[in-house]
């Protein structure tokens, strides 16, 4: 097990980070939070193009970089602490890792190279209206009809549904669960834009009238290959949730020092320092955690479904208080909209329901403990 | 015959739904019943705040409304009965009474938060005048105030506390600019206002120069007193800018005839969106909503403990500071709770009401005023004395603990260490 | 540093564990001979005092041989667990900055365990507060004599002597005018009273000096030069607690609470898992903090925060620990057979989770200096910093 970043990581951070301070500073993120797309697509060409950002995980013979999941992390801390607005997550986290969990060669050598040159967005749709991640309880069918399948019924919180050029989607067929592809434009698709706490992520519901779809995978692996998914994004998804609470905790820790009231800097007063100090606490052990989750990715470890599902919890809730405390260390200008620290607690409180919330978690860390 | 029963005499003589609001105020006032709880000599019968409360209830219980509400009738009126002269009372407290005045707190600035004594808003002798120059922030109802509750400084050359002055500002000025305070709500119910050569006379500064911090807290005490207790009034909004006055009064008659409309509690409203999502049997959920429901019933024990010490003379110390910090706990909770409780249809939040995309997944009226309030609840821990505040004054005044060493106490203004 | 080869820090490796598992679980780490026997067999093999001076009976090898060495021993019974203070902070102390004469006359004795050292710092009235002690030394003629009161002095009821800090000048700021001594605790005048812990251990006493007397060359470093010293010596204690770390990522206390609620059967209650999963995330993520600063030493990078965090992050495991383990123990925890030993220490277990947040650094001190100097966040305004000694407000005094 090993903690330590390579030179060449450390200056793919470096580079990632230099890249977003232009292309992603709060000016852009509230302006791209107020459109319907929520995203800038010359920077979206330009992450791909520049960075190969959308190629990162995708292996070289799709046209990808075929760098790690340890790499994957640095850049999500790195979007996550800039709040990028963008398809970047469902894209990467979510469509990607499902194609790549896939054993359907033909699935991943149709749409892969697109995405990889950031010509085509994608995303997975899963929930429905309960708001569930798992399988059961799915009620958005697939029907065939000679080789082809027609998608009917509903899927909810989709993230970027509305712009993805490609859309998997999960839906039962009579054996049981499918992952399926559906273009985003087809016909009998209909995508309505959902208003969102967190503006910076946009999110859509998608009704689907006898959509034509195409099969991925064979069903009976559905179940495993959405499992693993999950499992992934949850470590893309805690890499974003730790770059955003070590942003809130440098703002928490940036104000006390600077704030005076009653002749001092309010962090000399040990009731904000020793906030400031359990955040560092929360912060560091969410790294750790994140850390390790994208390590136990990369070796392809056995533990990927325990340490994926602890990371997600433990970084959901550092991630959510040090969000909160940001704004109470504040005070008053951190109530305001026009102070960002209200757009990390949106985002930490959205990203902690995404997937799981730290309960449903908590139960996968049981259940696979043995207890 | 009791005070009530003449009361009730009054209101079956008096109310008539088509007076406007401006007449049936006036009828309030002259007959002491709007503010009951003032002096005789100022337009008030003398009773007990606790008797005021018993008005304010029997009236709307009647079908009628009570008197103005809200900063004027709260705290710039208590305020001049303490502090005022009798020029200042006479001039007024009627448009308090009254309703024709509607004012607003101009005390936090954005430098001075907790630190309120460092405010830096700058009053200048100009005559008969002084001449006001600075800027306040969270200031609630400025647009529609006639009248402000103003603390400007007016000696440099003295320690913080001892160079402050309190004057009522005429708000309708050139010199006095309103910008709303969009909060992370998405709401603007706050503001800042921008005070340029603003002007007041000599005559509005009340309790005299450089006093204003006792001045202060007086209306800080009252807003505390009353903050925890029950609905003096009604909740119109008063005064010339909202156009109510013109109305007929019929037509502010609110459905609810017990005293103050009930507001029901979070734990109530989690219970019923917990049945509807179909997710009362899961136990980590009933875990959450027992621990608030046993909170808030604290909570209310402890009201009840204080109102009743408080008529048998006793008092229940920090009892204010207590109730806001343990109110603050059981709100965090509920917003734990509220998010839990909805998953990730609490990702789903419209903040604009003219947004049309499709705002709520499940049908209920209820899903997007939870999340709402979960985000303003943020401000309760924030206003009217951080819970670190509150601390440290349940610390040092209740139980008596050492205050920390100060770095500004007995410096004078002019050398503190500010923000800049 | 490692200047080890690969090849060398595995032989020695292997040296250390096959010592270790021959010696390590041979005796009771809470007897005092058995620390002794054990301690007598590592100077056989070469294996006491390993960077310390052969001169000394010490093993004469290098710092990194020695961490090699503390991690090979994490495995294993923690054997000289008695002289963690004596070798921890005491043998460095004198090792460091003793006079040769010192060194000549004590520290072949401390390496071999043939005397047990302890440490006497803190006092009723100093604790947090350190530098404000009480305890006075004046010097009679070549000697100085020694009153005052120290506490929390560990297996000071074992030991043979003493580092002890007192007061020298009182009419300096109190960090100036501390000197450091060694005392010989069979001395005339000191007294020792064991302390009895909330979880019925006796490790620490209160230990009272009544004019002992303490030769001049007794005096470690110079007059009024202890304070600076004393810190050091605490510097060697947070390593000495904070090394023997394995690469094992553990859980222990999510293993009692997991055992106890199966045991209770109410492992499949909801709201325990959750609460039992979540405290084995606790666990996992504290290993893995410290993990994490190794890894980044270990490639020659500046540590980032986690170093300074372990303490702290211990005392919240312990206090996440109490709270769910009554929850799921239950009752059983609070009232149990006399003779029933077994559940009396599940009991003391529990209370003794206190400890960590208290003793060595308080959480509140953990987190003032979190926010200080690994935060920067600037200290509060000092009231005692340039005052003399003997104006302040100190200990118990009003």
């Known amino acids: ?371 | 015959m009791t005070y009530l029963d003449e009361l009730r005499e009054w209101l079956e003589d008096s109310w008539d739904p088509e007076l406007t609001l401006r007449t049936w105020w006036a009828k309030l006032a002259d007959d002491g019943w709007s503010q009951p709880h003032w002096p005789n000599e100022w337009g008030g019968r003398g009773l007990s705040l606790s008797d005021a409360t018993v008005v304010a209830r029997t009236i709307r219980e009647f079908g009628a409304v009570a008197g103005p509400p809200s900063i004027a009738t709260r705290l710039a009126g208590p305020t001049l009965l303490i502090h005022g002269t009798d020029d200042q009372k006479a001039r007024h407290l009627r448009g308090i009474a009254d309703g024709t005045d509607a004012y607003c707190q101009l005390f936090s600035e954005p430098n001075a938060g907790s630190d309120l004594a460092g405010l830096q808003c700058k009053a200048e002798p100009d005559g008969d005048d002084w001449v006001v120059n600075g800027q306040k922030v969270w200031t609630s109802h400025g647009q529609i105030a006639s009248r402000g509750l103003l603390l400007a400084r007016t000696n440099l050359d003295v320690p913080k506390h001892a160079g402050i002055s309190y004057f009522i500002l005429r708000m309708d000025q050139p010199g006095v600019e309103f910008r709303p305070l969009r909060e992370m709500t998405g709401r603007s119910f706050f503001n800042e206002v921008f005070l340029t050569n603003a002007r007041v006379s000599s005559a509005d500064l009340v309790g005299g120069v450089d006093n204003g911090w006792t001045v202060a807290n007086t209306t800080l005490g009252v807003e505390r007193a009353i903050s925890g207790g029950a609905e003096l009034s009604s909740t119109v909004v008063a005064g010339e800018v909202t156009g109510n006055l013109d109305r007929a009064v019929g037509t502010f008659v609110s459905g609810v005839t017990s005293s103050a409309p009930a507001k029901e509690s979070s734990s109530k409203r989690l219970m019923r969106v917990v049945r509807r999502n179909g997710r009362s049997d899961e136990p980590l959920i009933r875990d959450g909503l027992a621990a608030l429901y046993s909170l808030e019933r604290l909570i209310a024990l402890n009201t009840q403990r204080d109102r009743d010490f408080q008529s048998s003379g006793r008092e229940f110390p920090g009892q204010p500071n207590l109730a806001k910090i343990a109110e603050n706990q059981a709100v965090r909770l509920a917003r734990d709770l509220t998010f839990t409780i909805l998953g990730v249809a609490a990702t789903v939040h419209r903040y604009e009401e003219d947004d049309v995309s499709e705002g709520s997944v499940f049908d209920q009226p209820d899903t997007d005023g939870l999340i709402e309030t979960s985000l303003f609840s943020f401000a309760p821990q924030i206003m009217g004395g951080t819970d670190q505040i509150q601390r440290n004054i349940l610390g040092e005044r209740i139980l008596g603990l050492p205050r920390e060493p100060s770095t500004d106490k007995g410096v004078s203004f002019r050398e503190l260490t500010k923000n800049s | 540093m490692s200047d080890l080869s690969i090849e060398e820090s595995e032989a020695f490796r292997v040296r250390c564990q096959m010592f270790l598992t021959k010696n390590a679980n041979a005796g009771d780490p809470a007897n005092l001979q058995d620390n002794r026997a054990f301690l007598a067999a590592a100077s056989r093999a070469g294996l006491a005092g390993i960077a310390y001076p052969q001169e000394f009976g010490g093993a004469g090898l290098s710092v990194a041989h020695d961490r090699i060495w503390r991690e090979e021993k994490a495995a294993f019974n923690y054997a000289d667990r008695l002289f963690i203070i004596s070798h921890g902070m005491c043998l460095p102390i004198i090792n460091e900055f003793g006079t040769e004469s010192q060194k000549q006359t004590y520290e072949a004795d401390m390496i071999s365990g043939r005397s047990l050292w302890c440490q006497m710092f803190s006092e009723p009235g100093a604790g947090s507060d350190v530098a404000s002690l009480q305890m006075t030394a004046t010097r009679d003629g070549d000697e100085w004599v020694l009153n005052g009161q120290k506490v929390w002095t560990t297996y000071a009821h074992l030991a043979q002597y003493g580092i002890v800090i007192a007061r020298t000048d009182p009419s300096v700021p109190k960090h100036a005018g501390i000197s450091m001594f060694i005392v010989d605790l069979a001395s005339p005048g000191v007294e020792i009273r064991p302390i009895i812990q909330i979880d019925q251990g006796r490790e620490f006493n209160e230990v009272f000096f009544n004019d002992v007397r303490v030769a001049a060359e007794d005096i470690v470093g110079s007059v009024n030069e202890g304070w600076r010293l004393a810190t050091n010596m605490l510097m060697y204690e947070r390593v000495a607690i904070g090394s023997g770390q394995t690469d094992q990522i553990t859980q222990p206390r999510y293993e009692e609470l997991a055992a106890a609620a199966r045991n209770r059967g109410v492992i499949a209650d909801p709201v325990f898992r959750d609460r039992i999963a979540d405290m084995y995330i606790l666990e996992t993520c504290k290993a893995l903090v410290a993990l994490r600063t190794r890894d980044e030493v270990k490639a020659g990078k500046t540590p980032g925060p986690g170093g300074s965090l372990g303490k702290l992050l211990g005392s919240v495991v312990e206090w996440k620990f109490r709270a769910i383990a009554y929850e799921v123990i239950g009752v059983s925890a609070t009232a149990w057979d006399e003779l029933d030993e077994a559940r009396r220490d599940v009991a003391m277990n529990i209370v003794t989770t206190f400890r960590v947040g208290i003793a060595g650094g308080t959480d509140e001190i953990q987190r003032n200096i979190i926010g200080e100097r690994v935060l920067g966040l600037p200290r509060e305004p000092a009231t005692d910093r340039d005052t003399p000694y003997r104006d302040l407000l100190v200990g118990t005094l009003r």
Not at chain 1, 114 to 129: C, F, M, P, R
Not at chain 1, 199 to 224: C, H, N, S, Y
Not at chain 1, 316 to 323: R, V
């Open chain 1, 1 to 371: 097990m090993k903690f330590g970043f390579s030179e060449e990581q450390d200056e793919l951070r470096r580079q990632i980070h230099r890249f977003l301070e232009e292309k992603s500073p709060e000016s852009e993120v509230r302006r791209l939070m107020a459109t319907d797309e929520g995203f800038d697509r010359s920077v979206w060409s330009t992450m791909a193009e520049q960075l190969g950002l959308q190629a990162m995980t995708i292996p070289e013979r799709y046209g990808g970089a075929g760098f790690g999941y340890v790499e994957s992390l640095i850049v999500f801390e790195e979007t996550g602490a800039a709040l990028l607005c963008g398809p970047y997550f469902a894209t990467v986290a979510l469509a990607t890792n499902a194609l790549l969990s896939s054993s359907d060669e033909v699935a991943r050598a149709r749409w892969l190279p697109a995405i990889a040159a950031g010509e085509s967005i994608a995303t997975l749709a899963i929930s429905e209206d309960s708001g569930r991640w798992d399988l059961s309880e799915l009620a958005t069918v697939a029907t065939k009809s000679g080789q082809d399948w027609t998608i009917t019924g509903h899927k909810n919180f989709v993230l970027d549904g509305t712009i993805a050029d490609l859309i998997l989607v999960v839906a039962v067929t009579d054996d049981g669960p499918g992952l399926f592809a559906v273009e985003g434009a087809a016909t009998g698709l209909t995508r309505t834009r959902l208003a969102t706490l967190d503006q910076t992520r946009k999110q859509a519901r998608l009704a689907f009238e006898a959509v034509p779809a195409t099969l991925i995978g064979a069903i009976e692996e559905t179940e495993d290959v959405i499992k693993r998914t999950l499992q992934l994004a949850c470590v893309a998804l805690v890499a974003e949730q730790v770059g955003g609470a070590q942003r809130v905790l440098d703002a928490s820790v940036e104000y006390a020092k600077n704030r005076v009231q009653f002749g001092r800097p309010i962090g000399s007063f040990q009731a904000i320092k020793h906030k400031c100090a359990d955040m560092l606490l929360e912060v560091e052990s969410a790294k750790s955690a994140a850390y390790y989750a994208a390590w136990t990715a990369q070796e392809d470890d056995a533990e990927l479904a325990l340490i994926a599902s602890l990371a997600k919890a433990y970084c959901s809730d550092a991630f959510s208080h040090c969000a909160s405390e940001n704004i109470q260390i504040h005070g008053g200008i951190g109530f305001t909209w026009e102070h960002p620290a209200h757009l990390y607690f949106k985002r930490a409180k959205s990203s902690e329901l995404l997937l799981g919330d730290p309960f449903y978690h908590r139960e996968i860390v049981a259940t696979q403990l043995g207890i």
